[in-house]
């Protein structure tokens, strides 16, 4: 019995380290980057559909997250905030939920919505692995993912994970 609980105390240690390995792994800010932000059109949790387009002339940030991810969470009293605070500047966050609509469907995600007051508008299609493989490229997706588009549609910054001020410091010079 005791050699039963000792590796199942190592079995927990090391799955333990290794979630907190991943964890740190994936909340990390990317360097800046810059290219054009590819544009989308997906559609909004009342069926209207909304295209990067729409925002010209704003400073976008596209939220990629989903319900079920912790961090992606925690960051959401964070952009209700920011979306309040620079809406009148031309700030436009739009959240792109990444969950499987098999298990969080359109009402789910409506009333998680009104739960946490979110004030931008939470997108999702059929395109959306589309979307997730243009604005990823190349890189591992990650959640939650923030890009930040400037004002002539260009991506400047990435963010990659949740570190509460960060994203609002990587908006200061728009604003």
Not at 41 to 58: A, H, I, N, P, Y
Not at 79 to 96: C, F, H, K, N, W
Request: hydrophobic share 45%; glycine share 6%; charged share 25%.
């Amino acid at each position: 019995m005791k050699q039963f609980q000792n590796a199942l105390r190592t079995c927990l240690t090391i799955t333990l380290a290794l979630f907190l390995l991943g964890t740190v792994a994936c909340n990390h800010t990317a360097d800046n980057i810059t290219r054009t932000a590819p544009n989308f059109t997906l559609k909004d949790l009342s069926g209207r559909d909304v295209s990067l387009v729409d925002f010209e002339g704003k400073v976008v940030l596209v939220d990629f997250w989903a319900m079920w991810c912790p961090p992606c969470r925690k960051s959401i009293p964070e952009l209700v905030s920011l979306q309040e605070q620079y809406r009148e500047e031309g700030l436009v966050i739009i959240g792109i939920s990444l969950d499987d609509p098999k298990k969080a469907d359109d009402r789910s995600l409506i009333d998680f919505k009104k739960l946490h007051r979110i004030n931008y508008p939470v997108l999702r299609g059929a395109d959306v692995f589309r979307v997730v493989e243009d604005y990823f490229v190349d890189e591992k997706l990650g959640i939650p993912t923030l890009f930040v588009i400037d004002r002539k549609g260009v991506i400047v910054d990435r963010h990659v994970g949740f570190f509460p001020g960060v994203l609002e410091d990587s908006l200061l010079s728009f604003f």
